[in-house]
């Protein structure tokens, strides 16, 4: 029998011997909960959302003192993130750099 919807391929996995904290650090945080890099992926998910929570509710916090405080709040974080990202990729793009001169 044909299946209806077709399934996917399976993403790359590394099965890893080591404890969570050990797998996790090894193949990055974001990569393990939002890619499922090991088999700690949902453990992983439920720490991102955790610490997601928590930033949105000190930003909610923030708006019922005094809404300048929120959007200065959001603003850093946002702020925070971008800043990280581009680093990342600067870094990525030195690398590449020195490896082709």
């Known amino acids: 029998m044909k299946e209806r919807i ?18 996790v650090m090894e193949d990055g945080f974001l990569n393990v909960a939002l890619d499922d890099a090991n088999q700690y992926g949902p453990h992983a998910m439920i720490l991102f959302l955790g610490i997601v929570s928590v930033l949105t509710g000190f930003v909610l916090g923030l708006a019922m003192i005094d809404p300048v405080f929120s959007f200065i709040a959001a603003a850093i974080i946002i702020a925070s993130f971008g800043l990280r990202k581009f ?15």
């Open 6 to 23: 077709p399934r996917r391929a399976a993403p790359d996995f590394r099965e890893s011997e080591d404890g969570l904290f050990t797998s």
């Open 87 to 101: 680093l990342q990729t600067r870094a990525t793009n030195n690398v590449v750099k020195s490896s082709t001169e």
